[in-house]
């Protein structure tokens, strides 16, 4: 996932309430557990309800146990940092580990991608499970005293702490795969960075290896550690590269005068909005957590367009930004008639997108029964809405699993804004509160025992 770099310094006094609130409340739901499972009669563990409470129970302290070497495993892939296309020493790792789990696995599929197989050998759903490998080439010095040893690459998307959770869930389940049923399938997915990965692993036959009725993933977001977010449909904004195109004659200045005009005035954020500063997403009032969030209904036009003349013809193209999913389609249609309308309409020749990327769209269903389940589990107060939608990102890759099998994407906050840790991707100062692993293990190991049982 990739975002406008920023970074944030400043007052974040409202966040850090709501982070000691988060915190306290932390401390009740672990209460709230160990008081129900102290009053468990062993006969009731048979029966449905009881048992999940157990079964949860387990997959937290499995974490426990294990999350001081998953923090040494992430340390490990965050000093050896590998490339999009380039992820041989992490893929060998991840195999390594999964073999040791006995899990089946398949390896070199679409480039460095690795497959881990959990069958329960009872009949149940079939869920997978999606990690991305790779890390980006990043000059800055690291914040971490374990920094990167292969210079200039550095995992600053949190690829790292995926792979590791995504480990850690692999290693959780299995130890319970006496409890649960179906399948799980774990994906670790190369080239995630340059969008080559998702769709290399497709191509090389991954659904003719696996089979699944659900797909899920998570990416590192800025929000404090313990908070994990999504919405149903898209949680980034729609981009896309629209060309208009002309005959070439005289009068092609006017033309290209008015095209860029037609572009920029499509745009509905003000230039002195609050929009622009990044830092305003995570604010509680008008960021993305918020209903009122200023970060909706909005399009935005990237200033620099690009004029391209050949002998026969000139075409101007911009790249615009859009909120809603449908929106950009429908402003396609409107310039393609307001264009044949206009002066200049003789010389017209097309209107096109020639450039769009898959957008990540989360299943409608699937997005409330999984927030439901997690927050049930764990707290609702760690299982926030997001509104709006993400703006210039260049979303994931993931998507083109979606188009495949429904699933859902969800953001995990790794930020510890009491310790200066702020965990907004790509920015050279990424960092994440290690806690962060344990909350990824235990809420997706969780939700994926939910959904098995289905
Ligand atoms: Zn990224
Ligand atoms: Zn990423």
Redesign the pocket.
């Known amino acids: 996932?990739c975002q406008v770099q920023f970074n944030i310094e400043s007052d974040l006094c409202n966040v850090k309430q709501n982070i000691s609130k988060m915190i306290s409340n932390k401390k009740i739901v672990k209460i709230v557990f160990a008081v129900q499972l102290t009053f468990l009669p062993f006969f009731m563990l048979g029966q449905s309800k009881t048992t999940d409470i157990a079964l949860h129970k387990m997959v937290q302290q499995r974490t426990e146990l294990m999350f001081d070497s998953l923090v040494k495993i992430r340390r490990d892939f965050h000093t050896y940092p590998e490339l999009a296309e380039e992820e041989e020493g992490t893929s060998k790792k991840i195999a390594f580990y999964l073999k040791s789990l006995g899990l089946e696995v398949y390896t070199h599929i679409g480039g460095y991608g690795v497959v881990g197989i959990l069958r329960t050998n009872k009949k149940g759903k079939r869920i997978a499970w999606r990690a991305?490998i790779d890390a980006l080439e990043s000059n800055h010095s690291d914040v971490v005293n374990f920094s990167s040893k292969n210079k200039g690459v550095r995992h600053i998307?949190?690829?790292d702490v995926h792979t590791t959770i995504a480990l850690g869930i692999a290693k959780v389940l299995t130890s319970l795969k006496e409890n649960l049923r179906g399948t799980v399938y774990f994906i670790f997915q190369p080239s995630?960075e340059n969008w080559v990965g998702a769709k290399a692993m497709i191509d090389d036959g991954l659904f003719d290896l696996i089979d699944p009725e659900e797909i899920y993933a998570l990416?590192i977001g800025p929000m404090s550690e313990g908070i994990i977010t999504t919405k149903a449909r898209n949680p980034f904004a729609d981009y896309k590269g629209i060309e208009i195109t002309f005959e070439n004659t005289k009068g092609k200045k006017n033309i290209i005068d008015y095209t860029k005009a037609l572009f920029l005035n499509l745009q509905n954020v003000l230039p002195d909005s609050k929009f622009w500063d990044n830092k305003n997403l995570l604010d509680p009032n008008i960021g993305l957590g918020n209903p009122n969030t200023i970060f909706k209904d909005y399009l935005t036009v990237n200033p620099n367009i690009a004029v391209k003349e050949t002998d026969n013809e000139i075409s101007v193209r911009a790249y615009l930004s859009a909120e809603k999913e449908t929106q950009l389609e429908l402003i396609l249609n409107q310039l393609r008639m307001k264009l044949k309308k206009s002066r200049y309409s003789a010389q017209f020749l097309d209107i096109k997108f020639y450039k769009e990327t898959a957008l990540v769209l989360n299943d409608e269903q699937l997005t409330s029964e999984t927030m439901s389940s997690i927050g049930e589990i764990y707290g609702n107060e760690h299982v926030l809405p997001l509104y709006g939608a993400i703006p210039d990102g260049r979303g994931?890759d993931f998507s083109l699993f979606q188009r495949k099998i429904p699933g859902v994407y969800f953001l995990l906050g790794a930020s510890n804004f009491e310790k200066g840790i702020i965990s907004m991707?790509h920015s050279p100062n990424f960092a994440v509160d290690e806690s962060c692993i344990k909350t990824g293990v235990n809420f997706f190991s969780s939700m994926i025992i939910e959904r098995l049982k289905q």
Do not use: F, N
Request: include cysteine; glycine fraction near 12%.
């Open positions: 996932m991305d998307c949190g690829h995630e990416h994931d991707p």
